[in-house]
């Protein structure tokens, strides 16, 4: 993570003489007097290195400044002092920290005011100069896309936890345990490694995997059943996400492995195709292809347009500091240093298999590189760890 590094990028994007404001966010009230956990606008981290609310970032030609509150002597009895201006400095590698209070005063002569459109949480005195028609957030988005060493270290690091704490589960693995202890045993190794979530963990036993985004976890998973595992933990707000499929009495029925390869296979074929100038949308219809073919073989479809029955999401996404990062469309033909998922599955409701497999992929000059190869995906390799 360099943010200092990332506002240099953005300024050499921004027209003359405009003033960029973008702002980390504030607290939500959860209820009467608790909030829930703060989340602060990516793009606005993305160019401070700053987790705390009510943080104003302003980037002109002449320079750049934070601002941040003051803090209150009868707060910091509560609940601690705020960022200071000597960490704030430290974190952003910015040296002009001042006070909010001076802000309103400094904006009000600042003619070409831009922001990030798509940010809700801006304060109410911050308007953008509506003739200038320009928008911080799709400029963002593309450099947001293409990811630094630095960014590509977070990420690896994220996975390295998330492997950790697959491993976890895979060690208290067996049949009769509900869905929620098994994400506690994956979220025990998190919250060790100080690591949230990137989204809610997803553990979806039998018929619950044909259902994409399961996070109710509440039903036990019986012998006999696969347990779908989609999770992701998290470093510098860097985003894993993995998805891991197992036969929770330690063995693949034949016909849960005939299926599981079908997936692994097409997941090989998509990231044989991964290179710089093919679209998620091209490696997409690879993967449907193979379906069609597979699945008529295994004798699931008899016609082509079946497949959608079984596999009805898209193989990647742009990963980063959103977990269904910003500026990779289906039509954005990659580039080298963009990370992306590569993740196939099949859900076959009415035999009760839902399977899907997941990887991290950074996009290189020849190809790809597979960021989360290192956890165990072949059917062996998963039943001899469940021995
Ligand atoms: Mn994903």
Redesign the pocket.
């Known amino acids: 993570m360099n943010p200092k590094m990332h506002r240099q990028a953005l300024k050499k994007l921004l027209p003359n003489k405009v003033t960029a404001v973008l702002c980390s966010g504030s607290l939500i009230n959860s209820t009467a007097d608790l909030f829930y956990p703060f989340e602060v606008n990516r793009n606005f981290y993305y160019l401070t290195g700053i987790i705390w609310p009510n943080v104003v970032l302003t980037i002109e030609e002449k320079g750049e400044i934070l601002w941040i509150e003051k803090t209150d002597p009868v707060r910091a009895k509560w609940i601690g002092g705020l960022l200071n201006k000597k960490e704030a400095a430290l974190t952003s590698g910015i040296k002009d920290v001042r006070y909010l209070d001076d802000f309103a005063l400094w904006l009000k002569d600042k003619p070409n005011i831009v922001i990030d459109r798509k940010a809700k949480n801006l304060r109410d005195d911050i308007q953008p100069n509506p003739e200038l028609d320009y928008d911080l957030f799709p400029v963002l988005a593309k450099l947001r896309s293409v990811k630094s060493e630095e960014e590509i270290a977070e990420i690896s690091k994220a996975i390295r936890i998330t492997h950790e704490a697959l491993d976890n589960v895979l060690a208290h693995m067996k049949p009769g345990m509900h869905e929620y202890e098994y994400a506690a045993d994956f979220l025990y190794i998190l919250n060790r490694h100080q690591s949230p979530e990137a989204f809610e963990s997803i553990v979806a036993g039998g018929p619950r995997a044909t259902i994409l985004h399961n996070v109710l976890n509440n039903s036990l998973v019986k012998d006999g059943e696969l347990c779908l595992f989609?999770v992701g933990a998290t470093a510098k707000l860097y985003c894993a996400?993995i998805?891991r499929t197992y036969p929770v009495n330690g063995k693949f029925t034949n016909r849960q492995k005939e299926i599981y390869q079908i997936v692994l296979d097409g997941q090989d074929k998509v990231f044989d195709a991964i290179r710089p100038g093919i679209t998620t949308g091209q490696l997409n219809q690879i993967l449907v292809n193979h379906y069609e073919d597979a699945l008529k073989r295994a004798k699931v479809i008899k016609h082509s347009d079946e497949v959608r029955e079984y596999y009805y999401h898209g193989v990647s996404?742009s990963?980063g500091l959103d977990?269904?990062d910003v500026g990779i469309t289906k039509e954005t033909p990659l580039v080298p240093g963009m990370v992306i998922?590569v993740?196939p599955g099949l859900y076959l409701r009415k035999e009760g298999i839902g399977i899907r497999i997941?990887d991290d992929a950074l996009v290189t000059k020849t190809g790809s590189q597979n960021l989360s190869e290192e956890i165990p995906k072949r059917a062996g390799e998963i039943e001899e760890r469940l021995a």
Request: charged letters at 40%.
């Open positions: 989609d996400d998805s996404h990963l977990c269904h998922t993740e997941e």
